[in-house]
Structures are given as structure tokens and as C-alpha cells.
């Protein structure tokens, strides 16, 4: 028996704020900077929706410990300014948290000093506060469910109880892996044929969120 959706747990980056594609064009300049060039796609498939130690890790292995370092250091610098320029709210996001009447928190694989930053650039830090959950509190970042599972538990509710909104691939895995409902948001970078899986339904607009929840 299905049981009734009693928390809505919601990625940072890419479904509450449009980060992804600030993120996607600085990998995009440090990949040309220091010596793997990457398209944006390939980020995309590399690095969306992966916490910066997966990330360092894929770097390392690629172009050594000293300049996975220096990767990690020059992102965290140029995203902080290309937010402090250009960050919004997802598109149609507002008007579906005010829509929503469930239970939210945040379950995110950036670090809380970055989401404190985008989700206070963007006015909802608020709106989660004392409710949000980073990857840097867990053993194993998405595609693990380790995060959604700490997320659950810190929530008291039970994980099938629970539904993901996410826009990565590694998230939407991560949500099947914690035994989670989720719904792929395909409208920014991650093509809808990524998010595709069992126990996921694709969604093209922010503002259809709270019917198509009410209607699990």
C-alpha cells in the first residue's frame, strides 16, 4: 500500500535556485583554465547534482591533487560572484512553496555556507531555515541515499513517506536508493531522458508542483 506523502523533501541547486547554470558555465571556464576542457554537457553528466568531494575527486584523478585543490578553490570564488550578479529563484518556484501545504526541508549536496548564501541572495533562506541538510553531514553524497535517509530521520518521517523534488541524475537515484517517490524537474540543464526511472515523474514547470503532489 502506497502511503500518503507526508514531507516534500526539495534539492537546492537547480530546483529551488538557478544555480545549475551558473555553476555549469564555471566548470565550463575552469576545465579550459587548467587543462580539461569539458562542454557544458559533460559537466552536466560529471558534475550536476554531485557533492564538490565527488567532484575533487573526478578532478584529482584527472589532473592531480594540487589542482583539484585549486579547482575547488577557483569555483567556490567565481560561483560566489557570478550569484552575488545573476542568481533568481527557479522559475514559477515561489508561487509553488506558497501553494504547498506539506511539510519541506532541504537535502542538498552543496555545503550549508553556499546555501546560505544562494538561498539568501534569493529571499527563501527563510523559508528553510533550521530545515536544511547538506551532503557534508552524511558518509556518502547522491547518487548514495544517504542524505534523504538523514533528511527523513531528522524530520521523523518515514522515507516512504517522503517525496524528492530533484533535477540531477545522481538525485533522482538517490531517492530511489532511499525507497522515495520523486519528481524530475526537466526544465534547466539535466535533459528529461536523464531523470527517467522507476517510481519518478517528469515535470516541465515549477508551478504544477503542488497538484501534481496532491494528486500522489
Excluded: N
Amino acid at each position: 500500500m502506497i502511503k500518503p506523502i507526508e514531507l516534500v523533501i526539495f534539492d537546492c541547486d537547480g530546483v529551488l535556485v538557478d544555480s545549475e547554470r551558473i555553476a555549469a558555465r564555471v566548470q565550463v571556464a575552469l576545465g579550459a583554465e587548467l587543462g580539461w576542457p569539458l562542454t557544458e554537457d559533460e559537466v552536466v553528466d560529471r558534475f550536476i547534482g554531485r557533492s564538490h568531494a565527488a567532484i575533487r575527486e573526478q578532478v584529482a584523478a584527472r589532473l592531480g591533487e594540487d589542482t583539484a585543490a585549486t579547482w575547488l578553490e577557483r569555483f567556490e570564488q567565481l560561483h560566489r560572484e557570478a550569484v552575488d550578479a545573476d542568481l533568481a529563484p527557479v522559475e514559477g518556484l515561489p508561487e509553488a512553496l506558497d501553494a504547498l501545504t506539506l511539510p519541506t526541508c532541504i537535502a542538498s549536496s552543496g555545503s550549508h555556507d553556499k546555501m546560505r548564501h544562494t538561498l539568501g541572495r534569493t529571499g527563501l533562506y527563510e523559508r528553510f531555515a533550521g530545515r536544511i541538510f547538506s551532503a557534508t553531514e552524511v558518509s556518502h553524497g547522491k547518487p548514495a541515499p544517504d542524505l534523504f535517509l538523514h533528511a527523513a530521520r531528522q524530520m521523523g518521517v518515514d522515507p516512504a513517506a517522503c517525496v524528492v523534488v530533484e533535477d540531477s541524475q545522481p538525485g533522482v537515484r538517490a531517492a530511489r536508493a532511499a525507497g522515495m517517490r520523486s519528481f524530475g524537474y526537466a526544465g534547466g540543464l539535466t535533459p528529461a531522458a536523464r531523470l527517467e526511472g522507476p517510481d519518478t515523474e517528469i515535470f516541465y514547470d515549477m508551478r504544477t508542483l503542488s497538484t501534481l503532489i496532491a494528486a500522489r
